[in-house]
């Protein structure tokens, strides 16, 4: 069964088609995430999930029922907020009680399971504590707590980590995932970071101009993306096409492939079966810690970013920028066959 | 060197306003504070310049007095009372409901009053609660008479007067309340009475606290109003009136006037804790 289910939903603010025409379903316990760039319309179908926002037409079903039409309070759904909307009169566990003192649960009960749920975000003891006294990965985790109290059936998470630093969205992005597969809730996460999308989600919905381009597990969306878009919005891909294809690769179409599935070599050397050898020039060299990026001017034209683990061995040979001839070496697997528009930018970080 | 000089500027700009809030302001209210301990000849009716506490001591043991002043301190919070209620659905449909278009709109009308002259207005409801006026008309189909001039008719006036006091610093406050807090009640559950009663009205209480002190402040010392509607019924405002002309006994209007000064500075340091002055 699905435990949330979008048919032929549209939302209309003025002229602009913010949701056009989805059919979603998302799957009872599962981490999904929708992931597009600002504008794309994620958020809104959050938010009509969340019944903030009525569509303009379609219908929403959480598990079996029609809630289209109920107001968010009769919605067995819990958002936890971008800015995460932590009420500043009242302490953590008034805040984290709050949904139940509406419902009448009693004073025991809901005390009880308060702090169960500041347990499980690990924020056992602050219960006294006023908001303004906590840093924003402890209001972060309150907002979590706060949602999670009232077990729903589903939780919305709308981009709740864009307010944190990089390493603590780190943290949280392995907390938040460990907590979905403690309480077994279905989440639906909004994210325009890619990475984040693909580091947590069981499956990821991609989204472009109020559309979903493709809905795929993390895996899939990265080795097969569907379209043009998909593949130069999730990780980095470099992309053969137009007049260049047919001499490079030997067939028409628009490819693209992933930098870490190219080698640099010095010009001539030997490939194996199935390997094409492209030869160009270095003419950038960006180190990353980790990896190396070396883009490599072809000389039938297209520019291709390369990137190298930093091994021992690879260390050996530094990449450096010169005018000596190399050749970029991608075995014929590893290119994507695209379809679809291919207005979109070469790289998205 | 740069910066002293730049506290030069900054000083001499200042210089100006400092004087006229030194001069015009604190000096009066020193002197203020200075006449209401000096006497008077009963006799010439020439002020007497030693110091007595018998202007306080007066209006203390004289009944009538200390009548007038509880009186004005009542009205003063039922004008507060009556224009909170009447403040807070308007500030939140201005603040969180209405388009912008209709804000900008309900903005200008509620300020537009103030352009209007403060005596029009006085003597405009003046005629409404005369009898034969628009409220004993208005009345007449259901049994209704206009309370006539009096303490009601004052009540009334002035809390369509200071209203605009009111509307305007609830509106500000709560604009400055993010949406996603409304519906994050909405979302744990709460329907709209209950997320006014746990999450709005908690968080406008310091911008209501904020109004009132206008509207408290404007009726403790308002004597025109309650000269026009109030019919025989006297205020702080109206005896030291009184007592600067007619009675012609200045130290004791001094002594008077003191009182809403101290009722003010009392209630200051009560609200000072809600954090309503950080939202004035």
Known sequence: MSAVTARGLSKTF?????????????????????????GSGKTTVLRLVAGFERPTSGRVLLGDDDVTDLPPYRRDVNTVFQDYAIFPHMDVQTNVEYGLRVKKVDRQERRRRAEEALSAVRLEGYGKR?????????????????????????????????ALDLKLRREMQLELKQIQRDVGITFVFVTHDQEEALSM???????????????????????????????GFVGTSNRIGGEAAPR???????????????????????????????????????????LTHAVVELDAGPRLTVSRPNTRTASERPLEASDRPVAVVLHRDSLIALSGPTEMTEETA | MLSRSAGLRTGLLLLPP???????????????FVTSVWGQNDFTGDIERVWTWD???????????????????????????????????????MAKMASPRTRRLLVIAVLMPLWASYLVKAYAWRGMFSGGGLIDWLGSPFGLHSPGYGLVATTVTLAYLWLPYMILPVYAGLERVPDSLFEASGDLGAGALTTIRRVVLPMAFPAVVAGSIFTFSLTLGDYIAVTIVGGA?????????ANVGSANNLPFAAAFATVPVVVMLVYLAAVRRTGALESL
């Open chain 1, 14 to 38: 003025g002229d602009v088609r913010a949701v056009d025409d989805l059919d979603l379903e998302i799957a009872d316990g599962e981490f999904f995430s929708m992931l597009g760039p600002s």
């Open chain 1, 130 to 162: 006023r908001p303004t006294q906590l840093s924003g990965g402890q209001r972060q985790r309150v907002a979590l707590a706060r949602a999670l109290v009232n077990r729903p059936k589903v939780l919305l998470l709308d981009e709740p980590l864009g």
């Open chain 1, 201 to 231: 989600s069981d499956r990821v919905a991609v989204f472009r101009d109020g559309r979903v381009e493709q809905v795929a597990t993390p895996v899939e969306l990265y080795e097969r993306p569907a379209s043009s878009f998909v593949a």
């Open chain 1, 248 to 290: 490079l690769l030997g067939s028409p179409g628009e490819y693209a492939v992933r930098p870490e599935q190219l080698r640099v070599v010095p010009a001539g050397s030997p490939v194996e079966p199935g390997e094409l050898a492209l030869p160009g020039k270095v003419r950038e060299v960006v180190y990353l810690g980790p």
């Open chain 2, 18 to 32: 400092m004087l006229w809030l030194g001069v015009a302001y604190l000096a009066a209210l020193a002197a203020l």
């Open chain 2, 55 to 93: 202007n306080y001591r007066q209006l203390w043991d004289i009944p009538v007095y200390r009548t007038i002043a509880f009186r004005t301190v009542g009205i003063a919070a039922l004008v507060t009372v009556v224009d909170a209620l009447l403040a807070f659905p308007i500030a939140l449909y």
């Open chain 2, 233 to 241: 019924g006297q205020l702080i405002g109206t005896v030291v009136y």
